[in-house]
């Protein structure tokens, strides 16, 4: 069975940096669109980052362009997202998501299989 597990949130202040990891197991995501979602209390989930599965393409939403960073190993069925220079407005339950189709997917509906999400938390 297919799974995605997130790793990596916590707790740091304004201007901290984190790294999120998302492990994928029971099949191989190496040809899939990966992606990175957040959801924050009372506000639905949006697009964080995505990476197409030889890493050539990356979008990123415009609150973190500049600060997050993503990349892949496919090799280890592993997605990251390093986040840098982190703000309290970042902070949200963020979710791994895999995508079947090769083209690009920024909609929550556009994933096929989603992680159970890892907390992040920014305190000013």
């Known amino acids: 069975q297919a799974q995605l597990v997130e790793s990596g949130g916590g707790l740091v202040q304004a201007g901290g940096s984190l790294r999120l990891s998302c492990a994928a197991s029971?099949?191989?995501?190496?040809?899939?669109?990966m992606g990175w979602f957040r959801q924050a209390p009372g506000k639905e989930r949006e697009f964080v980052a995505a990476i197409t599965w030889r890493g050539g393409t990356t979008p990123y939403a415009d609150s973190v362009k500049g600060r997050f960073t993503i990349s892949r190993d496919n090799a280890k069925n592993t997605v990251y997202l390093q986040m840098n220079s982190l703000k309290p407005e970042d902070t949200a339950v963020y979710y791994c998501?895999?995508?079947?189709?090769?083209?690009?997917?920024?909609?929550?509906?556009?994933?096929?299989?989603w992680g159970q999400g890892t907390q992040v938390t920014v305190s000013s």
């Open positions: 998501a895999a995508r079947r189709n090769s083209g690009l997917g920024w909609g929550p509906d556009e994933y096929d299989y």
């Open positions: 029971g099949r191989t995501f190496s040809t899939y669109v």
